[in-house]
């Protein structure tokens, strides 16, 4: 820092260096000194690169604390100002994404939930636009999903307490097959039989490109270079609708691996639609304290939803425990019982009816042998097939 008061004062390297301050101090518990530092990084980028990408980001990080602090006016306008820069410089990329997020939670805390919701929406959009092309570390790809994957539960919760399970359902969905991306990278897994090497060396050349462009228009000035931003951001359009054509094309050639790459999550009504009669469809979403279940069948006009009091810390040394003791031959028996009662028990009356029970799990329920706490609980007596 002294080193760019006396070298670069006023600079931009000064002025980001004073943002990284600004968020230590965040961490630290310290917001009035992160405001400070916030404003002046912020005022440094309006002399020196007004409208720039780094005004963007200043302004996000400062909108965002204000919000917190209850300054929801000024939050506002330095908000959808930082909105305004990335549409214009970074459409579709996740700081876009999380200046939506933060204009959405900003008019929630005004108790305007339309507005809201719209916000939360296009976050959404913007934030699965990046495809699962997330790649790093495992470290990195753990940190990315529990900031964004969290958005997921957020705007679930949401839409439970403003009474529409089928749209809370649906964001579910939307996770689960974010989280399917992610493995797919993670692992990467390449299922491309079906398509000629020609079209998936377009596919991989389309996005390398998009993504030069992207990186390329953060970089430009809106008062010295807007002829330069209108050439990248009307390129950027023309890769995007190639991108949807070579996604259509993909489609008719391996439908098999268009699922997996560009997997459609499914509605509440298409869900159980494609239900059989007699199957009962076991959702969870696990939290930090809670555990949302729906419960899906295909005669219910809407999903039955319980909320379990039980979190995920709970859920991964109870499932650690039990496989702990299926592996050792031990009584498991205390250890079933308990995961019944807390996963089985609050839906045992629509689960003592069914003839198959569908799980999709979450979290540490991927681990669970949910076979085992049939068969222990008290409806183990009646034969079911899980799917």
Not at 38 to 52: C, D, H, Q, V, W
Not at 308 to 331: C, F, H, I, P
Request: contains cysteine; charged residues 35%; glycine residues 8%.
């Amino acid at each position: 820092m002294e080193v760019y008061r006396t070298v670069a004062p006023g600079g931009l390297d000064h002025a980001q260096t004073l943002d990284n301050l600004g968020a230590v101090e965040i961490a630290l518990g310290n917001e009035t000194e992160a405001e400070r530092l916030f404003r002046e990084s912020l005022g440094m980028i309006r002399e020196t690169a007004p409208g720039s990408y780094h005004e963007g980001i200043a302004g996000d990080h400062l909108g965002t604390l204000l919000r917190d602090r209850g300054d929801l006016e000024e939050a506002e306008a330095v908000l959808t100002r930082a909105l305004e820069i990335f549409e214009r410089l970074s459409p579709g990329s996740l700081v876009h994404s999380d200046a939506l997020f933060e204009l959405g939670r900003l008019h929630l805390a005004r108790n305007e939930v339309d507005p809201a919701l719209g916000y939360f929406m296009r976050s959404l959009d913007a934030f699965e636009n990046q495809r699962g092309r997330l790649g790093g570390s495992e470290e990195i790809r753990a940190r990315y999903t529990e900031r964004y994957g969290g958005r997921y539960r957020e705007l679930m919760e949401i839409f439970l307490r403003e009474g529409r399970p089928k749209d809370a359902f649906h964001i579910l969905e939307r996770s689960r097959a974010q989280g399917l991306l992610r493995m797919l990278a993670e692992r990467e897994m390449v299922f491309d039989a079906d398509v000629p090497a020609e079209m998936e060396w377009e596919r991989i050349l389309v996005n390398q490109e998009y993504d030069k462009v992207q990186h390329r228009l953060q970089g430009l000035s809106p008062e010295k270079e807007p002829e330069k931003i209108e050439e990248d951001t009307a390129r950027m359009q023309e890769l995007r609708e190639k991108q949807d054509a070579i996604r259509e094309r993909i489609r008719k050639r391996s439908p098999r691996l268009a699922s997996l790459r560009y997997p459609r999550p499914l509605t509440f009504d298409e869900t159980r639609k494609l239900l059989d009669p007699g199957t009962l469809m076991l959702s969870y979403s696990v939290g930090r304290d809670t555990t949302i279940l729906f419960a899906v069948e295909k005669g219910l006009p809407k999903p039955r939803v319980v909320e379990l009091e039980v979190g995920r810390a709970d859920l991964e040394r109870a499932v650690r425990r039990l496989r702990s003791e299926v592996r050792s031959l031990g009584n498991s028996r205390d250890m079933d019982l308990k995961l019944c009662d807390w996963l089985l028990e609050p839906i045992m009356d629509r689960v003592s009816h069914a003839k198959r029970l569908m799980i999709c799990p979450d979290g540490p329920l991927h681990f669970l042998p949910f076979g085992l706490l049939v068969r222990r609980s008290r409806i183990g007596h009646k034969s079911h097939k899980k799917m």
